[in-house]
C-alpha cells in the first residue's frame, strides 16, 4: 500500500508541475510576461485587496520583488493576463520565497496548471509548463500565498513562448461601467452591469476574497456571510490585457442564511436509533434529554438502492420491547419542538445506501420523504448518505458544475423540499471524511482514472446547497489519515484531527491540489465537529478532555498543540454525536461534557 501511494504522489507532483521543468524554449520565443521584476513597481500586475507592494529587499535579481501579505480568507494572488499564441506550448517560471507560495496559468484552453513550494528564508524557483488551446489569445498568470500564513515574495516571473507578435494588436478594454449589487439570499448576491465592447471575459473582484471570472453579466457571488456587507467591483478583460477596475457597489445580505432558524448559539447534535435495536439499547423520544437541540431520527431508508423510495417505521417491538406507540412517538415529537428542539428524518446511513439515478428517482425521493415529513411533523432533513451512494462519474472533475446524475438529481431533490417547506426547514449533512475533505487531495476517479470515484463526492452537494444548509457536521470518525492544509496526515482519536478537519471547512481548500478550483469556506455557525458518543459508537472516539482542547483551539485558539489555524470561529455551531443512546450507554459523558463546556 505505501508503495503504491508513492507512486500516486510521484505522477500527481509531476504533472502538477514540480518535478522536471518542460523543455528549453526555442530561439524564436520571447518572455511575455510584462514587468515580471517588479522593477516598475505593480504596473500590469492586479492583486487581491491590495495585499501585494514592491520591497527593495530582499530581492532576486534586480532592485526589487513583490511581497505579498494573506489576510482572513485572502490568498494574496497577484495575477496579469497576458496575450498568447493559440496552440502553443509555453514555460512558466518564477522565484519565490515564502512558507506557501503558488505559481499557476488559467484560461489556458487546456489543463491549467500550477506549482507550489514550501521555501521560507531561501529563494527557489518554481516552474511549469502548458499548452494553450486552438482558440486560446490570452491566458491568466499569477502568484499567490495560502490563508493565514506570513507574506511571500515573488521575482522574475517569466513566461516564455511564441509571441503573437504583429500590428494592430488589440487594446486593454475600458472599465465596465453601471455596476449594481443586490441580494438574492442570506448568503449570495448578484451582480450587474454593462457590457464593454471588445471584452471577452470579466473579473469579479471582492475585499477579502480571490478574484473570480464571469463570461458576462449578471454573474452571483456564494458563499457569503448573512446580514454582512459587501464591496464589489468588475474589471473587463480581452487578449491584450484588463481594464481598470469599476466603480464599486455595495450590497448587504440578507439575514438567517441556511435557513433552519431557532437554534442556540451552540447547538448539540445527535442520532436517536429510532428504527433499530443493537447494543446500546432504546431509548423513547419522551427520554431523550433536553441537552439535545437537534435530534435525528436514524434512518428512513429506501426501498431498494436505486427506488428513491424511502420509508420510516419505529423499531418492532419484537426488536425493542420498550418501543413507544406510534402516538406517543408523535407527541413526543411536538412537545421537544414546543421546547425549541428540531426533529429530523435522517436519511441513508451505513446499510440505507441510495442511489438517485433518474429523475424517477429523484421524484419518488422528494414525495416519499415529504409523506414522512408530513406524517411525523418533523423540521426538516438529514442527509447521511454512505458507502457507495454518491460518486462522481468519469469526466466529473469540478465541482461547481456536476454533471453525475446521483449528485444533480440528489441537489434538485433538496432544493425541492427546501423549496415546499419554507426558510425554517432544517437542513444537516453528515458525511464521512472520504467524501469531503480527501477531495482536497482527489477529486473523483482524477485526471488520469484509477481513483476511487467517491473521494470527495459530497463536495458538489454541499456547495452547490450551501446557502439552504443548517449544518455539516462530517463524521470524524471511521477515517483513515487526511491530509490537512498544512500537508501533513492526520489521523482520528485527538484533538489534533478535529482542529486540523474543520480548520479546512472554515477555510476552504483547493480540490484535487487545484488552486483554480478552491472549495470556499463554510460559515462557522454551519459547522459543527462529528465524534462518537463512546468507543462502542465507532472508531476514533476522542475522550472529552481532547474534545474540549479542540473546541478550545478553533473558538478561542487556545490548546492548539502543533497546529496553527487559518482563524479562530467563536461562532462554531457546536457538536454531532453518534448516538444519543449510546451516549446513554455510556453514561450521558458526551452530553454532560458539551454542557459543561458551553454552560448548558
Not at 492544509?485 to 492526520?490: A, E, I, M, P, W
Request: net charge negative; aromatic share 8%.
Amino acid at each position: 500500500m505505501r508503495r503504491t501511494w508513492s507512486i500516486l504522489t510521484a505522477v500527481a507532483l509531476a504533472a502538477a508541475g514540480f518535478l522536471a521543468a518542460g523543455p528549453p524554449a526555442a530561439a524564436a520565443d520571447a518572455d511575455l510576461v510584462r514587468n515580471g521584476g517588479f522593477e516598475a513597481g505593480l504596473d500590469g500586475w492586479s492583486c487581491s485587496v491590495g495585499s501585494g507592494a514592491v520591497v527593495t529587499t530582499p530581492v532576486h535579481s534586480g532592485g526589487s520583488a513583490l511581497k505579498a501579505t494573506p489576510a482572513g480568507q485572502d490568498n494574496a494572488r497577484c495575477s496579469q493576463s497576458v496575450t498568447v499564441k493559440p496552440d502553443s506550448s509555453y514555460t512558466l517560471a518564477a522565484w519565490v520565497q515564502g512558507a506557501y507560495v503558488y505559481l499557476g496559468a488559467s484560461g489556458t484552453g487546456t489543463t491549467d496548471v500550477s506549482a507550489w513550494t514550501q521555501t521560507p528564508g531561501a529563494w527557489k524557483q518554481l516552474t511549469t509548463t502548458f499548452r494553450t488551446g486552438p482558440s486560446t489569445t490570452s491566458v491568466t498568470v499569477y502568484t499567490h500565498g495560502w490563508y493565514g500564513q506570513p507574506a511571500h515574495l515573488t521575482d522574475d516571473l517569466t513566461l516564455v513562448g511564441p509571441d503573437p507578435g504583429g500590428p494592430g494588436q488589440p487594446q486593454p478594454p475600458a472599465a465596465p461601467t453601471g455596476l449594481t449589487a443586490s441580494a438574492t439570499s442570506a448568503g449570495s448576491v448578484s451582480l450587474n452591469w454593462s457590457a464593454v465592447p471588445g471584452a471577452t471575459s470579466y473579473t469579479v473582484h471582492r475585499d477579502g476574497a480571490a478574484p473570480f471570472s464571469v463570461t458576462s453579466a449578471p454573474a452571483a457571488v456564494t458563499g457569503l456571510a448573512a446580514s454582512t456587507t459587501y464591496t464589489f467591483r468588475v474589471s473587463a478583460v480581452n487578449a491584450a490585457g484588463e481594464s481598470p477596475k469599476s466603480a464599486p457597489a455595495s450590497a448587504t445580505t440578507t439575514g438567517g442564511g441556511g435557513g433552519g432558524g431557532g437554534l442556540p448559539a451552540h447547538a448539540l447534535v445527535g442520532y436517536l436509533h429510532a428504527s433499530f435495536a443493537n447494543g446500546s439499547g432504546y431509548v423513547r423520544m419522551a427520554d431523550v434529554p433536553a441537552s439535545w437541540d437537534v435530534v435525528n431520527l436514524a434512518f428512513g431508508e429506501p426501498t431498494s438502492v436505486t427506488s428513491g423510495d424511502i420509508r420510516f417505521r419505529l423499531c418492532p417491538v419484537a426488536e425493542c420491547p420498550n418501543v413507544e406507540s406510534e402516538a406517543e412517538f408523535k407527541a413526543a415529537i411536538k412537545a421537544k419542538q414546543a421546547a425549541g428542539k428540531k426533529v429530523l428524518i435522517s436519511i441513508g446511513g451505513q446499510n440505507g445506501q441510495v442511489q438517485l439515478a433518474t429523475t424517477a428517482a429523484r421524484d419518488t425521493f422528494v414525495s416519499s420523504v415529504g409523506r414522512i415529513i408530513d406524517e411525523y411533523g418533523l423540521d426538516g432533513l438529514d442527509i447521511d448518505f454512505e458507502g457507495h451512494s454518491l460518486s462522481l462519474a468519469t469526466g466529473d472533475t469540478d465541482f461547481r458544475a456536476p454533471t453525475t446524475p446521483v449528485i444533480v438529481n440528489l441537489i434538485s431533490a433538496v432544493r425541492t423540499l427546501k423549496a415546499r417547506y419554507g426558510p425554517d426547514f432544517v437542513l444537516t449533512m453528515a458525511p464521512e471524511t472520504f467524501f469531503v475533505q480527501l477531495g482536497h487531495q482527489y477529486y473523483g476517479s482524477g485526471p488520469w482514472g484509477g481513483q476511487d470515484p467517491r473521494a470527495g463526492a459530497y463536495l458538489p452537494v454541499i456547495h452547490a446547497l450551501r446557502d439552504d444548509l443548517t449544518l455539516l457536521h462530517v463524521q470524524d470518525y471511521n477515517s483513515g489519515p487526511i491530509m490537512g492544509l498544512d500537508n501533513q496526515y492526520h489521523s482520528m482519536g485527538g484533538a489534533d484531527f478535529h482542529i486540523a478537519m474543520t480548520d479546512m471547512l472554515l477555510t476552504g481548500f483547493p480540490v484535487a491540489g487545484n488552486t483554480a478550483r478552491v472549495f470556499p469556506a463554510l460559515r462557522p455557525d454551519q459547522v459543527a465537529i462529528g465524534l462518537p458518543a463512546t468507543t462502542n459508537a465507532g472508531n476514533g472516539h476522542t475522550p472529552p478532555a481532547e474534545v474540549n482542547k479542540a473546541l478550545d483551539c478553533l473558538t478561542k485558539k487556545q490548546n492548539c498543540g502543533g497546529y496553527q489555524t487559518h482563524g479562530t470561529w467563536p461562532a462554531l455551531r457546536g457538536l454531532m454525536t453518534w448516538s444519543i443512546n449510546w451516549d446513554r450507554f455510556g453514561g450521558w459523558e458526551f452530553s454532560r461534557n458539551f454542557d459543561g463546556y458551553f454552560g448548558g
